[in-house]
């Protein structure tokens, strides 16, 4: 969405530092602020060049965004991990359920699953109160 079109259709009632500041924003260049005669236009713009031209400040940055991407891939790992957990569980206790209504013995299941007895009764208790 454009800023532009937000200042002129929708934000008539906001004064025009504002929407010079608006214009700014989705376009800041030198050009627009040699155009204005807003002095605190004119410092947010030298605040900006500042800040842009600041190599410590690009090295923090870029410290930073390099820290978020690899929290965002080891939480995305994480949850694609538990994501398969959940998968795996999800098909054991279908297998497990399946078997038991085949007439299989709970201790049959458990050895043949390397499930506990007490799980597959869990599981099994669970799939009762559903059905109730």
């Known amino acids: 969405m454009r800023i532009h ?10 004064d025009e ?11 800041s260049s030198d050009d627009l602020v040699e ?6 236009l004119k410092e947010i713009h030298r605040k900006v060049k500042e800040i842009k031209s600041s190599k410590k400040l690009e090295v923090e940055y870029m410290t930073l965004l390099e820290k978020y991407e690899e929290i965002a891939e080891e939480a995305e ?4 991990e538990k994501g398969i957990e959940k998968g795996i569980e999800k098909g054991m206790k279908a297998l497990v359920l399946k078997m038991l209504q085949n007439g299989m013995s ?3 299941v458990a050895k043949g699953t390397g499930i506990s007895k007490e799980q597959i009764e869990e599981w099994e208790n669970e799939t009762k109160e559903l059905s109730v």
């Open 17 to 27: 530092e504002m929407k010079l500041f608006l214009r700014y924003v989705e376009n």
């Open 5 to 14: 079109l937000l200042i002129n259709k929708i934000l008539n009632d906001v």
């Open 35 to 40: 155009e204005t005669e807003s002095e605190l």
């Open 106 to 108: 709970k201790e049959l």
């Open 77 to 80: 790992e994480r949850g694609i």
